[in-house]
Structure formats: C-alpha cells, structure tokens
C-alpha cells in the first residue's frame, strides 16, 4: 500500500480515501519547499547544539547536557532526513522514490516523533526527581554516565520498534502519504484503525505526553510548596530551561499530532506537518538559551578561547556528587579508550604497555604502587575499591615467578640499571639532569631502586637465616632455633617471611600445645607452592622469627629484631596464619587489608612486619604477595548444620571437614591475598605500628624508630619516581594520595620542583595529597611556593583527609592570601579546622570556583564566623570561591540560614542537622550549579 494515493480532484468514498487524495500539485510544491528551509533549518541548529555540547569538556560532563544530545539527535534525523526528502520532491515536481520511499520515510518520522517525545519524558522524570529530592532533604545526586546512556538506549530501542512496526509485513497499519505531503503510518480501514488506536498512537503520543504533564505539575506544587518564590533569580533558573522544554513539547507535539492524523482537512496536515517541524527549530533555541551551552557558543563565535578545553578539572569530594564528574565520563573525555583492569607499566604481569603514554594521562601514586589515571580524575574509586576508574596501574601476579631472574649483589633485576642510576640520582638531588631523560619504553623492564635498597639492607646488624621448605614441612613441629634447620639467605632464595602472633601467650610459646599452627602454615605454604608447578622446591625458603633468630642469646635476639627491616627487603612473600577462633575467622572471612585480621592487626609488632613489607614492596616496585591462611568455609560445608564442629579439634587440625558419614571431605581453609585493593601501603593514622598493641610499652620507642625511618625512605621514593615520570612523560597531574607524606616531603617535593620549574610547572594542572599526613605548615608551604614558580599553572590543591588543624588555619589564611596565581579548586575535606575554617574562607579570595570545607568540626560558633567573612565584615577578608563546601559537619538551622543569607554562594549544607526548608534552598544553589 505505501504510496498508493488518489490523484488531485478525486472525490473521496470515505474519511480514509480523503486523507490520501492528493493535494494540487502547485500546493504541493510549495508546500514542499516551505518544509524543506524549515526543516534543512531545525536540523542545522539541532548540530550545532550537538557539536557544541560534545567539543567543550565542562559541556559534556553535565548529565542534563548528555540529556539534550540525546533529545537532540531524534529531532536532527527527522528534521534532516524530511529536508532531503521534501527537496528531492520539490526539485522533482512531484513524488520521489515511490513505495520504498514512503517506508523509509515513514520510518524515520515516526522514530523522530517517538524518540523526542520520549526523551522528554525521561527529562521531565529527572527534573521532578531533583525537585523531589530537596524536598525531602537529600542531597540530588545526577546520573552517572552509564545510567544516562542506559535511558537513552533504552528510549531509541522503543522508538525503533514502534517505527518498525508499521513495515513488518502482515501487520494492519501501513505507511502512505499524507495529501500527497508525507508518508506516515495512516488507517485505511478498521483493523487499522484498531491497531492506530489501541497500540500506535498511545505509545507515540498519548502515554508520553500525559507522563510530561504530570511531571510538570508535580513539579510546580513542589516548587510551590518550597516557597521559590522568594529565592534569587539564580535558584530558579534551575528549572526554567527545561520547563520551557517540556511546555514546548506540549505546546508543538500535541496540536501537531491531532492535525496530522485527526483533522480531515488538507490545510490541517500542512499545519501539522509544520509545527512538527517548528518543535525542532524552537527547541534548538531553548537549548541555546541554557547558560552554559550559550556562554560556550558565544565563545565560539567571538573567538574567545575556552579554558575548560585545556584545564584540569578537580577531584571532587566522595560526598558531593551533584558537582562531580563521573568515571565513565571521564573515560569518554579522551581519544583513547584504556582498560577497565590495571596494567603493569613496569612488565611485571607479562602484559606490557605498547607505545609511548598519551600526553593526555595523568600520573597517579594513589594508596599504593604507581600507576597512570586519565586526565580528569576519578580519583573517587582510589578510596571505594572500584575498579570502573581507567588507570595504569600496578598489579601483582598471582605465584611465585616461575623463573628466576639474574641479580646484581644488590639484588636488582637487570636490565633495569640506567633506570636505577636515574632514581638514585633522584634522591640525591639531581633528579632532573639531562641524563636522566629516559625514554618512555624503559618503563616496560622492572624498575628497581637500588639506593634505597641500599639503604634498606644496611640495616641488617646480623645475616639473615632462612629454613629450606623441605626441612619446615618435614620437621613436624615449628621448628626452634636451637633445632638448627636454619641457613644463611641467599640471592637466589624466594623467601616466605611468616608474620605472626605468638599463640600461646600464657606459656610464651609461639603455637598452641597441638601444634596448629605449624599445621596451619604447612598447609598455608602447600597451598602457596601450589600455585606455582614450575618453582623448583630448594629455591623456596622460609623466615619465621621463632627459627630465624636466636631465641637464647639475648644479643642475638635484639640484632635480629633491628635487622627486621632488611629481612623484609629480601621477601618475596608474606603470609600470616589466621587463629582458629570464631573472632578471628570471621574477620578474615570480609578482610581485605592485613590490620582487618582479628588477633593480628591490632598488634604493633605484627602491623610493623606488615607495614615495612607493603612499604618496601612499594619503594623497590617489588610485587605485591601479602598473602592470609586460615578456615574460611565456602559451599556446601558453610550450610551445614553444626556450625560449631568447624572449629573442632579433627577440622582446625587437618583443615578439612567430613560430611556423609566421611564419604566426602571438603577443604575449609582458603588462602586469601591482602592488601591489593588498597594498593599496597596504605594505612590510615590509627593503623600505624606505633598506635598498635604492646605487652612491653618500652618497645614503643623501637617500633617508633624504624617506622620513622622507613616511612622518610618511602615517601623520598615514591616522590622521586613520581616526578622522575612525570619528567619522562606528559602527565598534567600529580596524584600523591595516601603516601604518608609529612610537612617535610613538602619541602622536598618543592626543592625537586625547583630544579626543574620550567620543565614541569607549566604542564602540571592539579596536586593532590588526601590521606597523608599533612599539617597546616606543610599545605601553606606547597600553596604559597608552587605559586611563585617560574611557570606555575596549577589550577587544583587537593589536602583532604590531612591532619589540618585550627591552631595552624593563621598560615594557611596568609599562604592562600600570598598566592600569585588563582587556583580554581581547593579541597581541604576531612580534616580539624574548626574554628580555623573561617580564616581559610577569608584567605580564599584568589579561589576562584570551589572551596571544600566538608567534614572538618565546624560547628554554629564556626559558622557564625564564616558568615562574617561572606557578608564582608571582616576587613581585609573576602573569599571568591563560587562554591562553598560545609557538609557532614554540625551546622544547626539558625547558622544554616545566617550562611545561606550573607552571600549569594553556593553553600553545601548536605548532612547537616537543618530542618528541609534551610536544606532546600541550599539545595536549589546546587542544582543551579550543576546544570
């Protein structure tokens, strides 16, 4: 049937004859160009809306701005895809293409149709929902990417079906042409006409737009019911865009539905037929209207350059995601799509990194082993374990090396030695020499540091002693050291240090009288050299203090305790027997960092052992093999009945549990690798050795000593590497988080930078330093004198999670003042400010767009001095940030309104004890922002 039309003069038999009984051809013609300029014009603006949205970063990474490339694309197929139609008729004189023609067309129109007003529905949903969510005093939080691609998919799918149905052959509504203007899906008899109005026309336009209306109203008496009347002019702005939006939906696709296929009139369906047109070109306009879009566009025009295309964008706060950019977003930022599992840059997984790093990369040393994240951080996932951030980074193999590699006498891996001069060098101050320019591909060798290896083995007052494997498992107790199993190490050793708590404390005695430990750590190191057939038996060698270090010369005993260090150096493995107690087992069972494990973690001694092997696996770019043992029961046998029997002599003793009458035996224990979803060596403050569990409170001091010690070696180390690649590659971030650095790695880090400010200032965009051990000396150091550097470009500080204290707020008020260059973004999230909160806010004046003062114990005494500061009582104290971060703290509901009423500022006051309507309106400037 498509384009079976009756020719102009035919006097139609009935309603269905009438509406494709052709229009004179003279009308037709004119009616056809008129279409064509509409049409060729609404689809030019709806590209210009896309192609600006997707060119400018701060564009796209907004989930409503991904909303309006979605609305707009439909509109640019149908409003495109028609201009070419109609001028192809109008430079024909009459119908071009006959039946194939008017399927396609009828195809492509109804997907215009259904997809647009679909997606209005989703928009419409997601501006009730930010209504609705201050309304209810949570804060809004926008769609991740993958959620707003998720709903546009999912709209095009149904547009599809619904603009294939009509072509299916055997179904009962076919496509033909309109008075001769345009092919659409018509009835021509009752079965149709059925299938028009039961099926067609609901799902097209009926469903829709009632689901429109009703967002539109509910969304208006929530607004009502909040009282936006009497906010400012930028609040509610928030919605007005999209309103308009959804009102010209209303206004354009209603009216035009009911001419094209309801009206009986030729005049009628050229009325619709141009108002459907016109919705395109008038929604392109209101898109243009939106602030962002029209400031970008205005920049185009006027040759304005933008500094979004090129600036770092921040790392927002976990607790703030109405202002964040979300992972996939910042995965879809670049060309170059990377990996969603790390990779190891270094070639220790076998998988090595083709081709040079992108300029585009940013060089990340996050909670662990260095590694690369694209440039407009996610960092968020360092802290929550997703692996959805795309980063280089380091991993570890899962076994022992099946081979062996040949080792210099400091024990470095060849041929990595250039690479190793260059990182000596680095600490010794000539980090930036010509010579130590590097190429890229170097980094595909392992990268071992041999002067802090140095450094670390010179620690060792008395040679370590090993015991063969073979001779520990058959020994059939843990051996003492006056059994003389005990050897001399060896560079060709892999050596298994045993980290552990004496058992039987009573008795002061390592294992329990049944000997289950010593059963536990055979089965643990079975199950070890399991993983690995190729490892041949005489390589593997264990260290466990107990046999390693003389128990009967005192002297002896205490050079062993100082020499802990080195002995650490040189393991390859670490594994700790889990106690085969109900406590013990139930935190291992959801451990993934070895200070989680019950009867272990809590213990200085243990957490130092712990603490200097994750440490010096990190400085030494050693892989990550920190490995637990212990019951953890899976399957079948945790359903069992008497739970109680797993803890009994016969399973604690041989690791396995009988059922059916013994028939069937199942293993109960598991090895289970710790520590890698940290990244290596990441320990808050509370988790260092030094805040651990004593029998003997003198050993504090020692504890303290070589934690000291080894914490300066690691944070030099991954400060010099870090800056070493940042030298040899083109990152445009620094990424230091959870690295233990103190106000002294402060001056370091600038005295490094120093030697090389032409080099790397101008390049580098964002310092981030969250979760180390920062004071107000250390942070106000790296702010006033990065500012002052030759070159100095960094747009975005990042101290969150420090140790930032009001007593020190005073010189980082006069640091912030001090600065040469403005900083866009400055987060100083979960730290003490306090009452030092207000002074960071008067010195903030050259913060130009965000200032992040989240969870830091500011109270209504805090906040009443904050608000001195916005309302310029102060003199000489003014802050300019744009955005102004106070949420998790204690801010009751007078201070809450004092801070919302003495500045125009965006004020986050989400989890705050303020009653709904304080919340909504400091909601209502978010939403503002964000869209």
Not at 61 to 77: M, W, Y
Not at 130 to 153: C, D, E, G, N
Not at 364 to 385: E, M, R, W
Not at 729 to 750: F, N, P, W
Request: aromatic share 8%; charged share 20%; hydrophobic share 45%.
């Amino acid at each position: 049937m498509p384009y079976n039309t009756f020719p102009w003069g035919t006097v139609p038999a009935d309603s269905w004859a009438a509406k494709v009984t052709r229009m004179h051809p003279d009308t037709l013609r004119v009616a056809w160009l008129v279409w064509a300029i509409i049409a060729g014009t609404a689809a030019c603006a709806n590209t210009i809306i896309i192609a600006v949205i997707l060119r400018f970063k701060s564009l796209r990474s907004k989930h409503f701005n991904k909303f309006i490339v979605g609305l707009a694309f439909p509109d640019l197929v149908f409003s495109g895809a028609c201009a070419v139609s109609y001028s192809l008729h109008r430079y024909r004189g009459e119908w071009f293409g006959g039946s194939a023609h008017c399927d396609v067309q009828g195809f492509y129109v109804t997907f215009g149709f259904a997809a647009s007003i679909w997606m209005n529905v989703i928009i419409s949903r997601e501006i009730h929902s930010m209504a609705h969510t201050a309304s209810t005093s949570i804060s809004y939080a926008p769609l991740k990417t993958k959620a707003v691609m998720l709903r546009i998919a999912s709209v095009y799918c149904i547009s599809l079906g619904l603009a294939a149905f009509h072509t299916i052959p055997g179904m009962p509504l076919r496509s033909n042409a309109d008075y001769g203007l345009a092919c659409l899906p018509l009835q021509h008899d009752e079965a149709s006409s059925v299938a028009f109005w039961v099926v067609f026309a609901p799902i097209l336009l009926l469903i829709p737009l009632l689901l429109v209306f009703w967002h539109i109203c509910s969304t208006y008496l929530i607004v009502r019911k909040l009282g936006m009347e009497r906010y400012d002019q930028d609040t509610k702005a928030v919605f007005a865009v999209f309103i308009r939006l959804l009102i010209a939906l209303l206004v354009f696709w209603g009216p035009a539905g009911i001419l094209i296929w309801i009206a009986e009139s030729p005049s009628m369906g050229f009325a619709g037929g141009t108002v459907s047109h016109l919705q395109a070109l008038v929604s392109a306009i209101i898109y243009s209207q939106k602030s962002d879009i029209h400031q970008e566009m205005r920049s185009l025009v006027c040759h304005k350059p933008n500094q979004d295309l090129d600036s770092e964008e921040s790392k927002p706060s976990r607790s703030h995601d109405w202002e964040s950019e979300s992972d996939d977003d910042v995965a879809g930022n670049e060309a170059m799509r990377w990996p969603e599992e790390p990779i190891d840059i270094f070639g220790m997984t076998g998988d090595s990194v083709e081709g040079q790093f992108p300029a585009t990369q940013s060089f990340v040393l996050a909670g662990g082993a260095a590694g690369l994240t694209q440039d407009g951080d996610c960092s968020n996932d360092i802290f929550d374990g997703s692996n959805r951030m795309c980063r280089f980074n380091m991993i570890q193999p899962d076994a022992f090396p099946s081979e062996r590699s040949v080792r210099t006498e400091t024990g470095m891996d060849q041929p990595a030695a250039d690479w190793a001069r260059c990182v000596s060098d680095a600490t010794e101050g000539s980090l930036f020499a010509d010579s130590c320019a590097l190429p890229c591909d170097l980094f595909q060798g392992r990268s071992d540091d041999p002067s802090s290896r140095s450094r670390l083995l010179a620690r060792e007052r008395t040679p370590m002693k090993v015991v063969p494997l073979d001779a520990f498992l058959s020994h059939g107790k843990l051996p003492h050291s006056r059994d003389r199993l005990q050897r001399d190490a060896e560079l060709a050793d892999c050596v298994v240090f045993v980290s552990h708590r004496w058992w039987n404390v009573a008795s002061n005695e390592p294992d329990t009288p049944e000997g289950h430990k010593y059963g536990l750590l055979c089965r643990a190191l079975v199950a070890l050299k399991r993983q690995v057939p190729n490892q041949r038996l005489d390589d593997v060698v264990i260290w466990i203090d107990y046999a390693c270090i003389d128990q009967d010369d005192p002297m002896e005993r205490d050079l062993g305790i100082s020499s802990l260090v080195s002995y650490v150096a040189r393991s390859d493995f670490l594994v700790i027997p889990v106690n085969p107690i109900p406590e013990a087992v139930s935190a291992f069972k959801n451990a993934s960092h070895p200070i989680d494990l019950v009867d272990y973690g809590e213990r200085a001694w243990c957490r130092l052992e712990v603490y200097v092997f994750l440490c010096v696996a990190e400085i030494l770019q050693k892989p990550l093999h920190c490995y637990a043992y212990g019951l953890m029961p899976s399957g079948m046998v945790q359903n069992c009945t008497c739970t109680a029997d797993l803890f009994s002599a016969s399973v604690v003793s041989t690791g396995h549990r009988s059922v059916a009458c013994g028939l069937l035996r199942f293993s109960v224990e598991r090895l289970q690798r710790l520590g890698v979803q940290q990244n290596s060596a990441m320990f808050s403050f509370e988790h260092l050795p030094t805040n651990g569990q004593l029998t003997h409170e003198a050993d504090r001091d020692l504890i303290s000593s070589v934690q000291q010690d080894v914490r300066q070696d690691y944070g030099r180390a991954v400060l010099g590497r870090a800056l070493l690649m940042m030298q040899c590659t083109q990152h445009r971030s620094l990424i230091l988080d959870a690295k233990q650095l103190t106000c002294d790695d402060a001056e370091y880090l600038i005295h490094c930078f120093q030697g090389t400010a032409k080099k790397l200032m101008p390049r580098i965009r964002k310092l981030s330093m969250c979760c180390n051990l920062l004071r107000c000396r250390g942070a106000a150091l790296l702010v006033r004198e990065l500012s002052i550097l030759p070159g100095s470009s960094i747009l975005n500080m990042d101290f969150s999670d420090n140790f930032l204290e009001a007593a020190g707020a005073e010189e980082l008020q006069h640091a912030l003042n001090s600065m040469r260059r403005p900083l866009r973004k400055l987060h100083l999230a979960r730290n003490r400010l306090g009452e030092g909160a207000a002074k960071v806010v008067a010195g903030a004046c050259r913060v130009q767009k965000l200032l992040d003062l989240s969870d830091n114990q500011i109270g209504n005494r805090e906040a009443e001095l904050i608000v001195r500061v916005l309302a310029d009582e102060v003199p000489g104290a003014r802050s300019s940030a744009q955005i102004l971060m106070l949420a998790k703290n204690n801010i009751e509901s007078q201070a809450g309104q004092a801070l919302l009423a003495a500045s125009q500022v965006v004020i986050d006051l989400a989890q705050n004890p303020i009653p709904p309507a304080v919340f909504a309106e400091a909601a209502m400037r978010q939403a503002a922002a964000l869209v």
